[in-house]
């Protein structure tokens, strides 16, 4: 029994950002803020070893082992998900200045889910996904890494990393003969996207601007039938990855394609 729950099944950073200088002894850790680096959050966890809980979720992934997640992810409160932008970002974490409950060492773990607020709940007294709180609500399997399962709820440092996934960027496609909605994951680098573009292979040069539907799910309402399917896949801050005819022109619903390349 998990001490969260997270949203389960299926369907600006400020002026000044903070610095953290980390002196390690065992795992007490002295931590002095400024410009780059550690910041501070909580974590708890939710499900047992098996992680099925972690399934699925507002992310819009399925089966995470099968789409190379595996156990190795986290649920985000309200303030880091971004309503779905954060999804597919990856964070170093390790325990913080707690003798008792801390394990040593850190974790890395993806963003698959959303860790939804509980207002009935005061936010230091089991609210612990309300805004505007930091928190992490790992699976169980990486919460007993960095801590002791009785802590329930411990201190945390965390930073964002690069995502280090096996072979190219894939896409999922869902939907029917009028609208496609494609899932986009196993993104490497930094990990979540900010904006997918298609094009058919009728189309000549013009590549349409997909829409975010929800998580990682991205929609158009343009009929692609009979094309083979490029992509352009663009995360955070610029860089763009393109897919071309990633999809053969015998493409249906319900298949998953791989591009050659990854971020």
């Known amino acids: ?18 610095i953290v200088v980390v002196v390690f002894s065992a795992v007490n850790i002295t931590v002095v803020e400024g410009d780059y680096g550690w ?13 099925s809980e972690t399934m699925q979720g507002a992310c819009g992934y399925g089966d995470l082992f099968q789409q190379g997640y595996g156990l190795e992810t986290t649920a985000l409160s309200t303030a880091l998900f971004n309503d779905g932008l954060a999804c597919g ?4 974490i390790r325990c ?21 607020p509980n207002y009935a709940l005061p936010s230091g007294q089991g609210g612990w996904c309300n805004p505007p709180r930091k928190h992490f609500d790992l699976s169980l399997p990486m919460f007993l890494k960095i801590a002791k399962y009785k802590a329930g709820i411990v201190p945390v440092l965390y930073r964002r990393i ?7 960027i894939k896409f999922e496609i869902k939907g029917n003969p009028y609208w496609m909605m494609v ?18 292979s009728s189309r000549g040069d013009e590549w349409v601007q997909m829409q975010r539907n929800w998580g990682q799910n991205w929609q158009t309402f343009v009929r692609f039938q009979g094309d083979s399917l490029s992509f352009q ?18 493409w249906g619903f319900g298949q998953t394609f791989e591009c050659a390349t990854n971020f």
């Open 96 to 116: 913080f200045n707690d003798a008792q409950w801390c394990i040593p060492g850190s974790i890395k773990v993806t963003a698959t889910n959303l860790c939804p």
């Open 233 to 250: 896949v663009s995360v955070q801050g610029g860089e763009m990855v393109q897919c071309d005819g990633v999809a053969p022109a015998s």
């Open 89 to 92: 970002a990856c964070y170093e």
């Open 162 to 168: 690069g995502c280090v996934k096996q072979g190219g």
């Open 39 to 51: 910041i501070k959050a909580d974590a708890t966890f939710y499900g047992d070893e098996t992680g």
């Open 1 to 18: 029994m998990g001490f969260s729950e997270c949203w389960g099944g299926g369907p600006g950073t400020g002026a000044l950002m903070l």
């Open 183 to 200: 899932l986009v994951y196993n993104v490497g680098g930094i990990g979540d996207v900010f904006e997918v573009k298609i094009k058919g």
